[in-house]
């Protein structure tokens, strides 16, 4: 039978896409792996893999589509035997539907009307850096990632997917997986556990605060002294989620000084010493990435920052991810250094502008701008002394650094000249108190004036 292509959620947080390009057409055959069309999410555009095999019988949603809903249905393939001429695109009400279905009325009888059985969801295609919620791919939140084939053989035998481990591409579960399981006895599906009492609804969230409505905005021009830029999703989803950020983190700011005087020697003396690599530099060390280090390092020395505040608990992170701020057409995305503390100035260096690059031009994987401890924001490049950043959950902290500049400080009671930066530290003050982010900016102080730490 004919396997619809849905809309794949590319991020965990994704709800809409843009169906930016379709790299086949109605007609061509479609092998697994191959890359058949091109998706804009808020932050990238990322290539979708085919997970089935068989002829694109039917593009439902044209390339050039925006705000296509996760889980519509985008496109059919037919199978091996199968005229995909006569394959028809499903109806739209067919397609999985995002929101909870009403509750049915009771009928006249005081009979209870009987659930109608949830339609199966299932994603036909996975993005070629798409995000896993644990060890084992899986599609549609937890539901393994299985060929129709191996699932209806996995039906028929009583046998758990999620207790399978697949050997076809993206660790996809295939026939032979669960023919193996049959011979090695893999455990039986449990039966469905008994409808328990619904939870009590929480309260709803307090709506967030909206300014003047788009009609008394325009009526403060002039007719024609403007012109109207429609919003693009990487805009509103900044909008949505600094909106929040403001609203809901109580933000505590501290401003510190640093001389970067040894940092600027010993930066000119590693990248005097860099070798060459393809008659070119095997690395040129910025300021900024010695910024991303010290801080990582700093999170390392005050544990009891590196933390992001929860509801029920504050969750302590093991490692110290830094992200930084890049700024890209139309906006801003956060690049992550993973475990900066642990890496080498020309590793986080060198990472660092592979990633901005791919930032600029919209290709970077969803697992490489989400998540992280913490992050910098630099605007010394454009001169700026000192700035306040704000916070970006789930990180409790944030630095922002302003520019380096000759300024005259006092030493041993006498004016001299140095070069100095000023820091400021946003925190979420629910999680990082003024004492301790105090404690974690000395510490960075210390790494920024001490650079030699940072190689040891």
Known sequence: MPTNILMPALSPTMEKGNLAKWLKKEGDTIKSGDIIAEIE??????EVEAVDEGILAKIVVPEGTADVAVNEVIGVIAGEGEDAKSVSAPAKADAPKAETPKAEAPKADGAAPKAEPKPESTPQMTAEAGFNTGGRPSVG????????LARRLAKDAGIDLGKVQGSGPHGRIVEKDIEAAKQ?????????????APAAPKPAAAPLATGPSDEQTKKLFAPGSYEEIPHDGMRKTIARRLTEAKQTIPHFYATLDCELDALLKLRAELNAAAPEKDGKPAYKLSVNDMVIKALALALKAVPDANVSWTEGAMLKH?????????????????????????????????????????????????????????????????GIKDFAAVV????ATILAVGAGEQRVIVKGGQPAVATVMSVTLSTDHRAVDGALGAELLQAFKGYIEKPMAMLV
């Open 41 to 46: 999410t808020d932050k990238a555009t990322m």
């Open 141 to 148: 939140g937890d539901r393994p990632f299985a060929s129709p």
């Open 392 to 395: 970006n959950p789930p990180h």
């Open 318 to 382: 093991k490692h110290a991810d830094v992200g930084v701020a890049v700024s890209i057409p139309g906006g801003l995305i956060t690049p992550i250094i993973r475990d900066a503390c642990h890496k080498t100035l020309s590793q986080i260096s060198n990472e660092m502008k592979d990633m901005a690059a791919r930032a600029k031009a919209r290709k970077l994987k969803p697992e490489e701008y989400q998540g992280g401890t913490t992050a910098v924001s630099n605007l010394g490049m454009f």
């Open 184 to 196: 090695g006895g893999a455990a039986k599906a449990a039966p469905a556990p008994a409808a328990s």
